[in-house]
């Protein structure tokens, strides 16, 4: 199957700092990327869809200043998490879709904001 | 958004089936699927079913879907230790190609 990299797998940061999240997708154009965030024992919530040259349509209740997405091009999104604080600590995990009946997951990065 | 319940744990031995159950209520849903999660890692889908559909078999693996009480289940045949993970059962939503997730089954398979 297509294979979508996620980078970093992980990543500690400390209180105040930001983040970036990189989804690539290898073998494939993506024109749409999603953004799930993943809490202990908990599903996948969706954060945003992105879709390449337009600017990404957040879910509600996740604020678009703190959770910045880029998608500039067919095969590159970026999550930039900004200011993190410790309730940032979580396992984001990006998808990437070319518009087909499947959406190719990456191998997810656990973020720790200490 | 709409809900996708799995119970969260189910524990089988080597060699028996293992049968993890979901409802969902979006009844617009297009498409159900299940996937895979291994510990730190991404998700890899291991089937899925048209809503239109009521079973589909692939190798070990049979999904049932039962629309009228929008219930989905997955059976894999002969577990193995290997088939120890969190599977989690998601449809789409109403955003396309977005998904809804259950919270995953654990399922954990002994020797």
């Known amino acids: 199957g297509a294979v979508v990299s996620q980078h970093p797998s992980r990543v500690i940061c400390k209180s105040g700092t930001s983040v970036k999240i990189e989804c690539r997708s290898l073998d494939f154009q993506a024109t749409t990327m999603f953004w799930y965030r993943q809490f202990p024992k908990q599903s996948l919530m969706l954060m945003a869809t992105s879709n390449e040259g337009s600017k990404a349509t957040y879910e509600q209740g996740v604020e678009k200043d703190k959770f910045l997405i880029n998608h500039a091009s067919l095969t590159l999104s970026t999550l930039t998490v900004t200011s993190a604080h410790p309730e940032d600590s979580s396992f984001y995990i990006c998808?990437?879709?070319?518009?087909?009946?499947?959406?190719?997951f990456g191998q997810g990065t656990r973020l720790t904001v200490v | 958004g709409e809900d996708v319940e799995q119970s969260l744990f189910l524990s089988v031995r080597e060699g028996d089936s293992s049968v993890i159950n979901c409802t969902y209520t979006?009844?617009?849903?297009?498409?159900l699927y299940w996937y895979k999660q291994e510990p730190g890692a991404g998700l890899q889908l291991l089937t899925y079913?048209?809503?239109?559909?009521d079973m589909k078999q692939d190798q070990r693996l049979t999904v049932l879907l039962n629309k009228k009480d929008k219930h989905l289940s997955l059976r894999i045949a002969d577990t193995q230790t290997g088939d120890s993970a969190i599977y989690f059962c998601a449809e789409n939503s109403n955003s396309g190609y977005a998904l809804n997730f259950g919270k995953g089954t654990s399922l954990l398979v002994t020797p």
């Open positions: 079913i048209f809503s239109n559909m």
């Open positions: 979006d009844s617009s849903s297009t498409y």
């Open positions: 998808s990437a879709s070319a518009r087909t009946i499947e959406a190719f």
